[in-house]
């Protein structure tokens, strides 16, 4: 056998079949459902997929699920209504007996009351509170007007803006 013939033999090789895809794996098709304001695969499980949505936690996913009678049910597997009531139970969970323990803005200052806040509505309010801080000029608003750590943090060697850390030495004259 030559050198001719191996390169023929090796390129016999490279020549692959087509693939066989089962019929099963065909008729899948990766869709998304909308839910919160967020893009969910609707191939995953309820519980995990809710869990997306920015401020609902597993605890109160796990909570929703339970009390809506959904389970474990896949996000595509759902129907208009359910969407609209899963919605609605992420943002009022109270309204559906939900523990207060679990909602994210108890006593609200503004108001006095118990919320939920989800995705863009948690966005704006922890943005106001900031704002709020800032304005009233306390002392963690005050840190964060500078771009200091609030929460008690060092500032020894973390929170620099530039790359040098410590003294820095000129050289010595020769």
């Known amino acids: 056998m030559g050198k001719s013939d191996k390169k023929e033999d090796a390129g016999a090789k490279s020549e692959a079949k087509p693939r066989k895809v089962p019929?099963?794996?065909r008729k899948k098709r990766i869709s998304i459902v909308r839910i919160g304001g967020r893009d969910l695969d609707s191939s995953m499980k309820l519980i995990s997929a809710i869990t997306m949505v920015r401020g609902v936690s597993y605890t109160l996913a796990n909570a929703i699920s339970k009390i809506s009678g959904l389970g474990e049910k896949d996000v595509g597997e759902l129907s208009e209504d359910e969407i609209k009531k899963l919605e609605d139970m992420m943002q009022n969970p109270a309204k559906y007996g939900v523990p207060?323990?679990?909602?994210?803005?108890?006593a609200d200052p503004e108001h006095g009351a118990n919320a939920h806040n989800v995705s863009a509505q948690l966005e704006l309010r922890h943005k106001m509170d900031i704002n709020e801080l800032k304005k009233g000029k306390s002392y963690r608003g005050i840190r964060h007007i500078t771009?200091?750590?609030v929460r008690g943090q060092r500032t020894r060697s973390s929170f620099r803006k530039s790359t040098a850390v410590g003294v820095s030495r000129s050289k010595a004259k020769k």
């Open 100 to 106: 207060e323990w679990m909602l994210n803005r108890r």
């Open 147 to 149: 771009h200091l750590p």
């Open 23 to 25: 019929e099963e794996s």
